[in-house]
């Protein structure tokens, strides 16, 4: 009588909600023991009741998998995209020299993942996203089927798949991560490296460290990620013309696997509430197959680079090739106040040079393009500076952010396959600046309109910046504009 | 004819449900289980002879997954079963219903030569997350902390990290032990040593009690709850307890069995 009077009070009282989320009110009936109004007995047949209807409801049903897992975070976004793409190639272009593109359309984007949290310090993350057409670095795709039936572009793919193991070893500033994952390293992903692209490999994360004070910070990271894992060709006779790096047999190019390391030291100091700075040196290397100075280039009659480099078959071609990248870059933010009350500001830059440029060029003006000396090392920077407003500090309804940038990317200096795809077409060889605005209708809803404008720095490269892993084009100018309606879950 | 009776026979036999009778299975705690209820069976088979008992002590959460798969009479528990394991219980049918035997108290134990005597609950939580080290942060001979807990089945892991480490994880380089007297045995042979136990095992030879908070583990501040790490255990029966579990529990809350409790080192809870 007693447990059934004591359950309905708390009914009553509208601590259900709290039952609810506990399963068996818990503090309400220690409290209850405590004064005496329950013995410690009643005090626990009550809470195996409350939590026996509980286990009876959805969310007191849900299982996991593995008994001590100790929780699972569901998430998602959705995209809606109107967005204006309008093109114009250079005149020095081998192809459709000075040919415009005009185009408009509806897109959408949807990713749906999940965060594990297992014991022993390992967490682990899985991630679906639609993707067009199995473009590596978007994760958009159209609108348009209507009541069509069949649109190859509609694909969903595994985005997120890692595993990580925090305080390694039993070493707090080691964190290991391993499998498909977000870019660990501060690289202003927006432009520099498109946001779509999840590296396959492996992070080692250092830190933080606070050698001589707590407002001083230094942490480290360093990744190798696959470029490319070939399929290798195993039914080679080995007496025969045979398997040789960059030979073909049977038609099949036998490649080894490329693979690109990031290296980088974070350093920042907080000087006040209001005033942040970090500056992030680093280096990017690619390595493996198809590297222009691993390998012999063209073909043994064909033009060439004069410089002196012999030529074999079999040169791999496309997106995949592994751009020549030795790349030392420096990435740098300060969070700053702003004269508007309740904003902050955020002024960030990159400036990165490529010492594998002349490689780059030797490797890919072989048909296209200027051939001489030095062709590489003379367009090898890139670099970009912008400032960032959040009002109400970017989050929850109500809140906002605007967005100004100024980029630089010579020919050589980076990898078309990494630059943001809404960039200049997605290659190299452009300067121009982007402005950007969103506006938190909700807590979960928001709304983005975006403008990125660019020209080409040299306009009579030809095709050979569109060769540099990158989307084939060299553009005069490109205008994108895109408005989006976002909402998260 | 008669062969195929008896090869009916043979097999209902060999399918019969393993819990006899005038048998007595008892599964989980380590806590309860290594010394208070092969006590308590012993002095009722004492009075109840023809009883038989079997007893595992390998977890409380392998006591809770034996009621819910029907493979005991009585599920001991130094925790209070999850709510997924009440859920699982009743999806097949098995209503958990707990019974408090007796009141424990956590133990935080030392190597005896340790020159630290008492912690703060703070520092109880900041020693076993691995925030704090060296024996030097609590006041004592500078030295690597070694760690000692109980294994992810056991009740009192769960429970010590709930009372005492704000639900927080255990020290990466923490070792984890099977029970309660293995903990003991370690930290007796480690000067760095620090682990924790219930306090029918705070007596073992080579290591000391430390207060907690200004409090140390004893019946009165335990029943008092002035000792911050107390918790209730339990004997858990699929429905009311009944037939040779209700006999024997009611056996546990008669005065001879409160005093084997006493006796132990725990708190009747009658």
Known sequence: ?489 | MKKTILSVLLAALAFAPSVKADKLVIKGSDTLGAKLVPQLAEAYKAKNPGVTFEIAAEGSTTGIAAITDGTADIGMSSRRAKSTEMALASTKGVKMVPTIVAFDGIAVIVNSANSVSALTKRQVEQIFTGDVTDWSAVGGTPGKISIYTRNTASGTYADFKELAMSKRDYAGTSQKMAGNEQIAQEVSKNPAGIGYVGMAYMKAPGVKVLSVDGSLPSKSTVQGHSYPLHRPTFFYTNGPASGLAKSFIDFVFSADGAKIVEQVGFVAAK
């Open chain 1, 1 to 489: 009588m007693k447990r059934k009077f004591v359950r309905w009070s708390m009914a009553l009282l509208g601590m259900t909600s709290q039952v609810k989320a506990e399963g068996d009110g818990g503090p309400l009936i220690d409290a209850l023991v405590k004064k005496g109004v329950l013995s410690s007995q009643e005090g626990e047949e009550i809470r195996a009741d409350m939590l026996g209807d509980y286990s009876a409801t959805p969310g007191g049903m849900l299982q996991f998998g593995i008994p001590n897992m100790k929780g699972v975070k569901l998430y998602g976004d959705a995209r809606f995209r109107y967005e204006i793409d309008n093109r114009t190639k250079n005149v020095g272009s081998n192809s459709g020299m000075g040919q415009t593109q005009d185009r408009d359309r509806n897109r959408y984007r949807l990713r749906f993942g999940a965060d594990f949290l297992f014991s022993d310090n390992f967490k682990g993350g899985i991630r679906l996203a639609t993707t067009g057409g199995g473009d590596h670095n978007s994760a958009n795709s159209d609108f348009g089927t209507g009541v069509k039936s069949s649109n190859t572009n509609d694909n969903i793919r595994a985005d997120l798949i890692y595993l990580t193991y925090s305080n390694a070893f039993g070493l707090n500033w080691l964190e290991l991560t391993a499998g498909r994952q977000l870019l660990g390293q501060n690289i202003v992903t927006s432009w520099t490296w498109d946001s779509d692209i999840n590296p396959d490999g492996g992070l080692v994360k250092l830190g933080d460290f606070h050698p001589f004070s707590k407002d001083f910070t230094v942490g480290g990271t360093s990744g190798i990620y696959t470029w490319m894992d070939w399929t290798d060709n195993n039914y080679v006779n080995p007496g025969g013309s045979g398997y040789s790096g960059n030979s073909t047999v049977g038609g099949v190019a036998n490649h080894n696997d490329s693979w690109m390391v990031i290296e980088q030291v974070d350093l920042s100091y907080k000087f006040s509430n209001s005033w942040k700075a970090r500056v992030s040196p680093g280096y990017v290397g690619s390595f493996g197959d198809s590297r222009a100075d691993n390998q012999s280039l063209g073909t043994t009659s064909g033009t060439g680079y004069t410089g002196g480099y012999t030529a074999t078959n079999g040169q791999p071609t496309g997106l995949n090739d592994i751009a020549n990248l030795d790349v030392f870059f420096i990435d740098a933010q300060v969070d700053t106040p702003f004269f508007l009350t309740n904003t902050t500001g955020k002024l960030y830059g990159e400036y990165g040079v490529n010492f594998g440029a002349e490689g780059a060029a030797r490797r890919y003006d072989a048909t296209n393009g200027i051939k001489g000396n030095n062709v590489g090392n003379a367009r090898n920077q890139f670099g970009l500076v912008g400032y960032q407003i959040l009002g109400n500090k970017g989050k929850g309804k109500g809140a906002w952010v605007f967005d100004a940038t100024y980029a630089y990317y010579e020919a050589y200096s980076w990898s078309g396959a990494l630059i943001d795809s809404d960039w200049n077409g997605g290659t190299l060889n452009g300067q121009g600046f982007g402005l950007k605005a969103t506006y938190n209708f909700t807590d979960n809803i928001s709304g983005t309109v975006n403008w990125r404008h660019s020209n080409s720095i040299d306009k009579n490269l030809g095709n050979s910046v569109a060769a540099v892993g990158g989307a084939s084009g060299d553009f005069s100018k490109t205008d994108l504009i895109q408005v989006d309606l976002n909402w998260k879950f």
